[in-house]
């Protein structure tokens, strides 16, 4: 990024891709930011600059590596972002550029133990609601709502001519005729259907 890239994403202000943070801040504030971002399209934290745009410039000695790990200790699965420098942003003043892309699988912050995740909302950051996480499995390909199971539904519901194609062709297990109700109920009973569990 150059010093006018720079200067026209400030001009411009926070948006659903971009977060400004002050350097005091700790490495689960970094670590979440990072999350919300990878969890939507992607986005850039720009390091040393006040909520208003203002820059305020780097002090932390080893920033790059303080950066890499918070992703590294405090983010699930673990995230790689890029890191760049834009040196006198104002002059004397240096910002950081903390990128992350879209996550192909769902990110959280690991913090005491406890898995939170997060999401970008606009311009804010937020933990994300249990529709918006499902939603979230649903379009990394964690879970796929065709293999489901379907709330409220029993066997004579369900066509036992396909279930018997399924177990016959695909699990290649004998299934039991048509109409062997309790030979149907043993074999589901042993033999669930599963999918993939979220996390």
């Known amino acids: 990024m150059t010093r006018s890239e720079l200067r026209e994403i400030l001009q411009n202000g926070e948006s659903s891709g971009i977060e400004f943070k002050r350097e005091e801040i700790d ?13 939507l399209h992607g986005g850039t934290v720009l390091l040393g600059v ?22 590294r200790d405090k983010n699930r699965p673990e995230l790689i972002p ?43 950051r937020r933990e ?24 409220g539904s029993s066997l004579p519901e369900l066509d036992r001519r396909r279930l018997r194609d399924y177990f016959e062709r695909v699990r290649q297990q004998e299934a039991p005729a048509p109409d062997d109700l309790a030979g149907w109920q043993t074999l589901l009973a042993v033999c669930p259907m599963e999918s993939p569990r979220p996390g």
């Open 128 to 151: 994300a609601s249990p529709e918006e996480l499902a939603r979230l499995f649903q379009q990394r390909g964690a879970v796929r709502p065709d293999i489901q199971p379907v709330s």
């Open 50 to 71: 006040a909520d208003d745009g203002t820059i305020r410039g780097l002090t932390r000695t080893h920033l790059e590596e303080w950066v890499m790990s918070a992703c």
């Open 82 to 124: 890029h890191f760049a420098l834009v040196r006198d942003a104002s002059p004397g003043k240096d910002v950081a550029v903390v990128r992350v892309e879209r996550g192909w699988r769902v990110h959280h912050v690991w913090h005491d133990n406890h898995r939170t995740y997060y999401i970008r909302v606009g311009t804010q």
């Open 27 to 39: 490495n689960r504030s970094l670590a979440k930011e990072l999350v919300a971002f990878a969890n």
